[in-house]
């Protein structure tokens, strides 16, 4: 069965670091980008950001460049997202997802088709 | 940056209706557009790709048309698990994703 399986709910306070991981399983994991998503407490989805775990090529969104930093381990299949110093607005669910694409006709069409159940972030004094 | 546009912002219908959420592009995405759906407490789960094709395992009461930048999700029937929130999402500028705002459907 092909997974994303995310590290369990973390609670903070403001200054601390953190690192959340998505550790992929029945598939090839260094053949796909695996992407996060942030969702704040009653919000809509924003993408953060995507990284390649064959060569860890990474692309940030502009809201999130220099807020996080994501990596991955190839080694032993997982992706990971961090912060060096978080913020209570960093409260949020976040999750890590697999971007798969679809060829037809020379055009190539993406999606995230296995999302990660979403792991939990409180900033709190 | 594209920005995706969804409406209704949320909507109240029967078991049996049919519904339709419309997503529009501040830029034309050719196909490049993508709808889930999202249920209280869950993961966005992958609905249709490429405008208009059925994600595997998806009912086939959900359906999705359009290109450019006017683009439809429609559900023929709802059932009572369709209630969620619906998010159309474009893939054009990749890497660099956006998804629209959410769509909330809720039974009336």
């Known amino acids: 069965e092909v997974q994303l399986v995310q590290s369990g709910a973390e609670v903070k306070k403001p200054g601390e670091s953190l690192k959340i991981s998505c550790k992929g399983s029945?598939?090839?994991?260094?053949?796909?980008?695996i992407g996060w998503v942030r969702q704040m407490p009653g919000k809509g989805l924003e993408w953060m950001g995507i990284i390649y775990p064959g060569d860890s090529d990474t692309r940030y969104s502009p809201s999130f460049q220099g807020q996080v930093t994501i990596s991955a381990d190839k080694s032993i299949s997982t992706a990971y997202l961090q912060w060096s110093s978080l913020k209570a607005s960093d409260t949020a669910m976040y999750y890590c997802?697999?971007?798969?694409?679809?060829?037809?006709?020379?055009?190539?069409?993406?999606?995230?088709?296995?999302w990660g159940k979403g792991t939990t972030v409180t900033v709190s004094s | 940056d594209i920005q995706m546009t969804q409406s209704p912002s949320s909507l109240s219908a029967s078991v049996g209706d049919r519904v339709t959420i419309t997503c529009r592009a501040s830029?034309?995405?050719?196909?490049?557009l993508n709808w889930y759906q999202q249920k209280p407490g869950k993961a966005p789960k992958l609905l249709i790709y490429?405008?208009?094709s059925l994600q595997s395992g998806v009912p086939s009461r959900f359906s999705g048309s359009g290109s450019g930048t006017d683009f439809t999700l429609t559900i023929s029937s709802l059932q009572p698990e369709d209630f969620a929130t619906y998010y159309c999402?474009?893939?054009?500028?990749?890497?660099?994703?956006?998804f629209g705002q959410g769509t909330r459907l809720e039974i009336k």
């Open positions: 029945g598939y090839s994991f260094t053949s796909y980008w």
């Open positions: 490429a405008a208009s």
């Open positions: 830029q034309s995405i050719s196909s490049y």
């Open positions: 999402q474009q893939s054009y500028s990749t890497p660099h994703i956006t």
């Open positions: 997802a697999r971007r798969s694409g679809y060829g037809d006709y020379g055009y190539y069409y993406y999606y995230m088709d296995v």
